[in-house]
């Protein structure tokens, strides 16, 4: 009997929406990790940001609780209040240190961090924001987006700021587009006039922890006497730490701890940053296994995607992909950026986290 390929394919679509129907992805109520138990079915989770696995880290988890032991839950206080914890301080010390910056200011979140810091700097210099900068790096809420390719607007920036009579620009943009995904280079800074003061402004909030064995972007950043770098970042993705962090010389860190919302605002948790301070050979362990899934990965397929070296996410080019992966019981990163109308963005993100099998497991439904 013929077998009418059209009607098979018919109802493999009716089968992956019936799943869909029943299964709920937006309630769930355990940690995320490699496994993720929904209605009594185990599924294998490839999506989110714990690159490095730190919130399934039993050492990471220990040193944590050793730090609520020494501090405490939390901390409501200001950091410019007249009694306060030494150990903000010393984070930021040793932040500075491990990433090679001159100083480090450390705030409850990225999204704080970031909002600080462009605010602060707007006032030094006209401000240009490179395509898809993210929107915690936004003055205003309306922000126009800029979605020109970014060689592009490289090439927009040098020529804008040489014709320009004003002095000092404050150049925004994300260190890389983890959707894509794409890493940036800023090496373009040198081609502007080294009578211009340029003080840019990268967010390294996917990078920082992975890229370039875990220094992230900083230690790529153009290093010129005009430029001045200042890179900020989520500590709550590869680091595992909800916290936001800025790195860049005393003179910025002194100006952004001057600041109102710097003075205003509540610490990250002590604890936390306890368990940052100690965990850099953790971190280092984590990186390795995640190096190892990704060899393992890419070496085993022959991948079309569109996927940057050292980073574990991989842009699948058919927007069906994650309902096939679904029905072998897989969970991938699956939803439309950056508008609820646009077309949904395919993503097998790899962490630490998963073991052999899980990446095996990965590459048996792909191929199927």
């Known amino acids: 009997m013929a077998i009418n390929l059209s ?26 990790s490699n ?7 185990t599924y294998l989770y490839f999506g ?8 399934q880290d039993q050492d990471f988890i220990n040193l944590y609780i050793e730090g609520i032991k020494k501090f405490g839950l939390n901390n409501g206080t200001s950091r410019t209040n007249n009694i306060q914890l030494g150990i903000y301080d010393d984070a930021e010390k040793v932040a500075a240190a491990r990433y090679g910056a001159e100083a480090a200011l450390i705030t409850s979140s990225g999204y704080l961090a970031a909002q600080l810091t462009v605010k602060a700097l707007d006032r030094l210099g006209k401000v240009i924001y490179a395509p898809t900068a993210h929107p915690s790096l936004w003055l205003a809420e309306n922000q126009t987006r800029n979605l020109i390719p970014f060689k592009a607007w490289e090439r927009e920036t040098i ?5 320009s009579e004003e002095k000092t620009w404050v150049l925004i943009s994300n260190s890389m587009n983890n959707l894509i995904p794409e890493i940036y280079n800023f090496d373009f800074v ?15 909030s996917h990078g920082i922890g992975v890229n370039n064995n875990g220094m992230g972007a900083i230690i790529n950043l153009p290093k010129q006497e005009n430029i001045e770098n200042v890179v900020l970042a989520s500590m709550a993705k590869a680091l595992g730490v909800d916290a936001g962090i800025v790195l860049a ?10 600041t109102n919302t710097f003075i205003g605002a ?15 050979e953790i971190y280092s362990k984590a990186l390795n296994k995640l190096k190892e899934n990704m060899l393992m990965f890419e070496t085993a397929l022959d991948l079309s995607w569109k996927y940057e070296w050292g980073f574990p996410v991989y842009l699948l080019g058919d927007v069906n992909f994650s309902q096939h992966l679904l029905q ?19 993503r097998i993100v790899l962490s630490a986290w998963h073991e052999k099998e899980d990446i095996e497991k990965l590459i048996a439904a792909i191929n199927f």
């Open 159 to 163: 020529e804008r700021i040489n014709a």
């Open 190 to 204: 040198k081609e502007i006039s080294r009578d211009k003061n340029i003080i840019l402004v990268v967010d390294d």
């Open 249 to 258: 010389s005393n003179k910025i860190i002194h100006l952004l701890k001057n």
């Open 48 to 55: 989110g940001t714990a690159y490095l696995g730190i919130p």
């Open 328 to 346: 072998k019981q897989v969970l991938i990163s699956s939803f439309p950026y950056p508008n609820p109308t646009d077309e949904t963005l395919n």
């Open 7 to 32: 009607s098979v394919l018919q109802m493999m679509s009716l089968a992956e929406t019936t799943i869909n129907m029943k299964l709920n992805f937006k309630s769930i109520d355990q940690p995320f």
């Open 266 to 280: 509540s610490p990250s948790t002590a604890a936390g940053l306890y368990a940052f301070m100690h965990a850099e």
């Open 35 to 41: 496994k993720i138990n929904i209605e009594g079915s």
